[in-house]
């Protein structure tokens, strides 16, 4: 079932670099949802701005009357920046939940969420879902620069985090995908058929990381970020082509409704549009 009402800010934190962390008192949603699903946002009445805003859920979290609907973003535009300043009790138009959730990894399998700048958004959510299952969970989290690798304290303990910078200020001087590339080749042959890697960011990180994953013959889902108008599949803004299993094209899908997972080798990245 999906909400469609009003929900209240119980807090905002900034987090610098222009990411936040706004918390909502949304029970009938955050009881809901699962790990990749987002919700709709629009921060007020009118047409400024005429639509609402997508965000991945990153955190379930604890609140008065139930739990809470926390949304990990950055300020890129119109509609993030007037988010980034309301105050706690500001009322929001939220709906959700909306989308295909992440599928679960098989029992046994090494897990990476592999995250591109505020693509880490969808992964403590999932972290937290897997978090009893024994699976071995790692987060390679690449971004511009130190600044900008925000949310890590929103996972458990036991995930391995590893961390790749664009200058070098933290972590890996490189790309993200570099370190997937040397996790699945540290894997015996067995164990990297078996491997799932969740990925999400920016468009070339995801190309990228799609590549990797089929030169070492290794499994993985993406959630795919869009500019949408309704989130319900009817204003076909975010669609996205695709391919079939066996490469050819087979195609378009919206992401609201037939994503934002997508299986590795599906999507038809040099097709797409970067939002």
């Known amino acids: 079932m999906t909400f469609s009402g009003s929900v209240p800010l119980l807090a905002s934190e ?9 918390i909502f008192d949304a029970p009938a949603i955050a009881s809901r949802i699962r790990p990749a699903q987002f919700v709709m946002v ?6 400024d701005p005429l639509l609402g805003r997508p965000f991945s859920v990153a955190r379930v979290g604890k609140g008065p009357h139930g739990p809470t609907v926390d949304l990990l973003y950055k300020v890129t535009g119109r509609g993030t920046a007037l988010l ?4 706690p009790g500001s009322p929001v138009g939220m709906v959700g939940p909306l989308g295909q959730p992440f599928p679960d990894p098989p029992g046994g399998a090494t897990v990476f969420m592999v995250a591109g700048g505020i693509g880490i958004a969808p ?7 897997l978090d009893q299952s024994g699976r071995r969970l790692s987060l390679l989290y690449g971004a511009r620069g130190a600044g900008d690798l925000v ?6 303990a036991g995930v391995e985090i590893s961390t790749a910078t664009d200058d070098g200020s933290l972590g890996h001087h490189g790309f993200v995908t570099e370190l997937l590339d040397r996790a699945l080749a540290a894997l015996d042959p067995e164990e990297r058929r078996a491997a799932v890697s969740y990925v999400c960011g920016p468009t070339p990180m995801m190309a990228a990381a799609d590549a990797v994953l089929a030169r070492h013959g290794a499994g993985g889902h993406f959630s795919v970020e869009a500019f949408m108008g309704c ?22 899908r919206r992401i609201c409704v037939d994503g934002p997972t997508f299986p590795a080798g599906r999507v038809d990245w040099a097709g797409s549009v970067e939002p």
């Open 123 to 129: 992964f403590p959510l999932l972290s937290g879902h």
């Open 14 to 22: 900034d987090l610098g670099g222009g990411n936040y962390l706004a």
């Open 84 to 87: 980034a300043e309301l105050r």
């Open 42 to 47: 629009r921060v007020r009445e009118g047409t």
């Open 231 to 252: 989130g319900f599949g009817v204003c076909l803004s975010c669609v996205i082509p695709v391919r079939a299993p066996d490469g050819t094209p087979d195609g378009n």
């Open 151 to 156: 949310g890590r304290d929103l996972f458990p």
